[in-house]
């Protein structure tokens, strides 16, 4: 059964940092594409940063400069580091993982195939 499990959230006051990691299988993690969701709450879910298997990455807008994602292979474990944290990245934090080739740069939750529990970021003062 593919699974993957999140944890490092947490609560942080604003201007600090936090790591997500996004523990699983090692078939779960040598997909094509890994990503990083979130869900706050009343909001629809959306894309935060993806990486390939040839480590290319994306990000969306919103958190660029901010927040990093990395992947120890190895160990099949995908990162999310998040600096300088706003109450607005307070959410639900999912990562995910896709078999499909060429979009991993859209961030689009419908593009990505398996899905972790979440692990819960809350950004307050």
């Known amino acids: 059964q593919v699974q993957l499990v999140e944890s490092g959230g947490g609560s942080v006051q604003p201007g600090g940092s936090l790591r997500l990691s996004c523990a699983g299988s090692r078939s779960t993690h040598n997909t094509y594409c890994m990503g990083w969701f979130r869900q706050a709450p009343g909001k629809e879910r959306e894309g935060v940063a993806s990486?390939?298997?040839?480590?290319?990455?994306a990000y969306a807008d919103s958190v660029k400069g901010r927040f990093t994602i990395s992947r120890d292979k190895a160990n099949s474990i995908l990162y999310l580091d998040m600096d300088n944290l706003k109450p607005e990245d307070t959410a639900m934090y999912y990562c995910?993982?896709?078999?499909?080739?060429?979009?991993?740069?859209?961030?689009?939750?419908?593009?990505?195939?398996?899905w972790g529990q979440g692990t819960q970021v809350t950004v307050s003062s």
């Open positions: 995910a993982s896709s078999l499909k080739r060429g979009y991993c740069y859209r961030l689009l939750s419908g593009d990505f195939a398996y």
């Open positions: 990486i390939t298997r040839d480590d290319i990455t």
